[in-house]
């Protein structure tokens, strides 16, 4: 047994464990041949609205519920209990007279926290109250250690992370957010089914780093004897599904990057990714901002909601260059000056950003982009036009080369989504995993290693395509207003 915090706590799971060898002596510690029908949602959806009156007439028997003890009243001969389901909660009322004695007295020693089973009739108290007349119950599990705050709810924040089972067992706040959470995925795979995409799976350890710019995490096969790396992305794997001829391809998929954790990030997260062959960036920021506007509705959010603190106009999607976006934000630099290495340097250690030696124009115009414009993006944003040299898989833009044909989503100040025209060039396409391998020579641990096989599936023909990616657990985090990653996800990672 764990060390516990309080001697009191101690005292109490002695308590109970001595309760607990009562009921294995009785043998029916742990039950398991209770079988509920209904559940507390259903009761009071079908017959909440029905008077105290209605409800003799209707005669509802035949009810059984099972749940956990999450409130009691113990009042001589009769007694109150609140239970809790997957679904909700619900009032029993337990008799002497309508359960054998002995039934009774062993319930009025049962704990907060026990899961029991119950089969009863429908009526409504005083106080017009929908509650479960008892003729019969039983233990199915002891509960061995007391709820957190008894009915308040799990209040330690730490602890809300650590041991979601208490969260989600005490607040009900929580368990909407991941019920939301669900129907959100839902809303976006039923969209992509009804245009035409087939969800795929493709592997979650690679033999090379690749498909996005971030640092892997490191695993050993031991029986091939080298080392795998934890996926990126699925990107380059999707791609070859386009080679091999499907032309619309999804995966909702987890992905890893070894990064610090923070409010906005863990390590192990949630993204869907789509590409489509012979498809317009049009198409699919249009099919993008679709997929938010429909979990939108899933979630049951209205069209202004509330994140962090700021209003989102989810019905107000905006589209710009990066260049503009950046010369409006910032009157000091003028068109010819993002061309000037020197100037926009410069202009970078005025405001006391970091410059990394070998960055290029292009690196350092999306450094100011990150620096000066993305926070002030709240109502959803496109930008278009990232600059090649930060956009390693994207296709060139064929007017002006020096950019790709790449979008990225921005909604309350931070990015949504990342798209782009596949760059399927087998020669352009060697000579950027070339850069990123002298990056990576240089120190760069995020940079891509040099996929052969991929280069060989370009070489085979890969059709003109369109790409996104979407983080589902940020959208999560929008659609259910929560300001941290951990909120949306059941078990987050934590410090040790």
Known sequence: MEKDSSSG???????????LEQLRNKGNAYGNSFKPSDNAQKLHKDYGMFTKEELVKENIKNISVAGRIVLKRVMGN???????????????????????????????????????????????????????DVWDLEMITKSLRPMPEKFKGLKDIEARYRQRYLDLMTNNETKQVFIKRTKIIDSMR????ECGYLEVETPMMHPLAGGAVARP?????????????????????????????????????????????????????TMMEWYQAYASMQDQMDLTRDIITNAASAAEC???????????????????????????????????????????????????????????????????????????????????EYPVEV???????????????????????????????????????????????????????????????????????MPPAVGVGLGVDRLVMLLTNQSSIRDVLLFPQLKS
Not at 83 to 105: C, M
Not at 314 to 320: E, G, H
Not at 401 to 421: I, M, S, T, W
Not at 432 to 458: C, P
Request: glycine fraction near 6%.
């Open 9 to 19: 706590e101690k005292a109490l799971i002695e308590e109970r464990r001595k309760k």
């Open 78 to 132: 009769a007694s109150f209990a609140t239970l809790r389901d997957a679904s909700g909660d619900i009032q029993i009322y337990v008799t002497k007279n309508n359960v054998d004695e002995s039934v009774y007295e062993d319930f009025k020693t049962w704990d907060l926290g026990d899961i029991v089973g119950v089969s009863g009739s429908l009526f409504k108290t005083k106080t017009d109250e929908l509650t479960i």
């Open 190 to 193: 039923k969209k992509m089914n």
């Open 217 to 269: 995490f490191v695993t050993q096969h031991n029986a091939l004897g080298q080392d795998l790396f934890l996926r990126i992305a699925p990107e380059l794997y999707l791609k070859r599904l386009l080679v091999g001829g499907f032309d619309k391809v999804f995966e909702i998929n987890r992905s890893f990057r070894n990064e610090g954790l923070s409010t906005k990030h863990n390590p192990e997260f």
């Open 302 to 384: 209205n069209d202004v909601i509330e994140w962090d603190g700021i209003s989102i106009n989810l019905k107000k999607f905006n589209q710009s260059t990066l260049t503009n976006l950046v010369l409006n934000h910032n009157p000091d630099l003028s068109e010819s000056d993002l061309k000037d290495e020197k100037k926009l340097v410069s202009f970078l250690n005025n405001k006391k950003i970091k410059v990394e030696e070998g960055w290029g124009c292009g690196r350092l115009l999306l450094e100011i982009f990150e620096e000066t414009v993305e926070s002030k993006l709240i109502d959803p944003t496109f930008v278009t």
């Open 391 to 461: 956009s390693p898989l994207s296709r060139r833009n064929e007017e002006n080369p020096d950019f790709a044909d790449r979008f990225e989503l921005f909604v309350g100040g931070k990015e949504f989504a990342n798209g782009f025209c596949e760059l399927n060039d087998p020669d352009d396409q060697a000579s950027r995993f070339e850069d990123q391998v002298a990056a990576k020579n240089s120190g760069d641990k995020e940079a891509m290693d040099y996929d052969q096989d991929y280069i060989t599936a370009l070489e085979h023909g």
